[in-house]
Antibody, heavy 120, light 107 residues
Framework: QVQLQQWGAGLLKPSETLSLTCAAF????????LNWIRQPPGKGLEWIGE???????TYNPSLGSRVTISKDTSKNQFSLKIASVTAADTAVYYC??????????????WGQGTLVTVSS | DIQMTQSPSSLSASVGDRITITCRAS??????LNWYQQKPGKAPNLLIY???RLQTGVPSTFSGGGSGTDFTLTISSLQPEDFATYYC?????????FGPGTKVEIK
C-alpha cells in the first residue's frame, strides 16, 4: 500500500491561491486514483476532486472553477490548487489514494493532513 | 449530489457493548458504501468497503451491511481503541459524499 506525504503553505490571505503537493512512496502510484479531501475544523469530510490514471481530473462542482488537480507521474507526485481562497476554505486538507476493483471504489491511503488557515 | 445521513450523531457506550450505526443515502447506491474511522488529529482509516467487505487488517468485530439506501456499521464488542468518529461515504458517483459522522464516546 502506498504511503502519502504532503506539504504546502498553511497560512493564506483571502484571494490568494492555495497550493499543496503530495508525494507517494512505497507502492504502485499508477494504480491509484489521486484525490484531495478536506475537513473544516470540527466538521465533516468534503471531497474536492480526483485525477485518474490517464490524467483526467474530476472536481466537486461545489468549488466551481477554482480547483485544479494535476500530477507528475515521473516524480510520483500530485498537486492541488484552489484560487481566490476565503475563510470558508479554512480546513485540514488530505491527499488520498483511491483504489477500485471490478466493482467497488474506496479510499485507503491518506496523507497526514495539512491545516490551511485563511485569514487577513 | 447524493446526500448521506447518519444516526445517531453521537452515542455513549461501554467496553464490550455491541453498537450499530446507521447510514442512509438520498438515492439508491447499490452497495457502493464505505465506512471510515477517524480519531482526533488523525486522518480517517478505511474499515469497510462495498458495504460489507472488511478492509485488510481491520478486526472482525467490525461488520457492515445493507444495500440500496440503508446501511449499517456494527461493532460487536467495543474495545477501548474503538472510541472515535465514524463516517460513511458513497462511491456510487461523483461528487463522492460523506455522512456527517457518528461520534462514539465512552460511557
Amino acid at each position: 500500500q502506498v504511503q502519502l506525504q504532503q506539504w504546502g503553505a498553511g497560512l493564506l490571505k483571502p484571494s490568494e491561491t492555495l497550493s499543496l503537493t503530495c508525494a507517494a512512496f512505497g507502492g504502485s502510484f499508477s494504480s491509484y486514483y489521486l484525490n484531495w479531501i478536506r475537513q473544516p475544523p470540527g466538521k465533516g469530510l468534503e471531497w474536492i476532486g480526483e485525477i485518474n490514471h490517464s490524467g483526467r481530473p474530476t472536481y466537486n462542482p461545489s468549488l466551481g472553477s477554482r480547483v485544479t488537480i494535476s500530477k507528475d507521474t515521473s516524480k510520483n507526485q500530485f498537486s492541488l490548487k484552489i484560487a481566490s481562497v476565503t475563510a470558508a476554505d479554512t480546513a485540514v486538507y488530505y491527499c488520498v489514494g483511491g483504489r477500485s476493483d471490478s466493482n467497488w471504489y474506496w479510499f485507503d491511503a491518506w496523507g497526514q493532513g495539512t491545516l490551511v488557515t485563511v485569514s487577513s | 449530489d447524493i446526500q448521506m445521513t447518519q444516526s445517531p450523531s453521537s452515542l455513549s457506550a461501554s467496553v464490550g457493548d455491541r453498537i450499530t450505526i446507521t447510514c442512509r443515502a438520498s438515492q439508491s447506491i447499490s452497495s457502493y458504501l464505505n465506512w471510515y474511522q477517524q480519531k482526533p488529529g488523525k486522518a480517517p482509516n478505511l474499515l469497510i468497503y462495498g458495504a460489507s467487505r472488511l478492509q485488510t487488517g481491520v478486526p472482525s468485530t467490525f461488520s457492515g451491511g445493507g444495500s440500496g439506501t440503508d446501511f449499517t456499521l456494527t461493532i460487536s464488542s467495543l474495545q477501548p481503541e474503538d472510541f472515535a468518529t465514524y463516517y460513511c461515504q458513497q462511491s456510487y458517483n461523483s461528487p463522492y459524499t460523506f455522512g456527517p459522522g457518528t461520534k462514539v464516546e465512552i460511557k
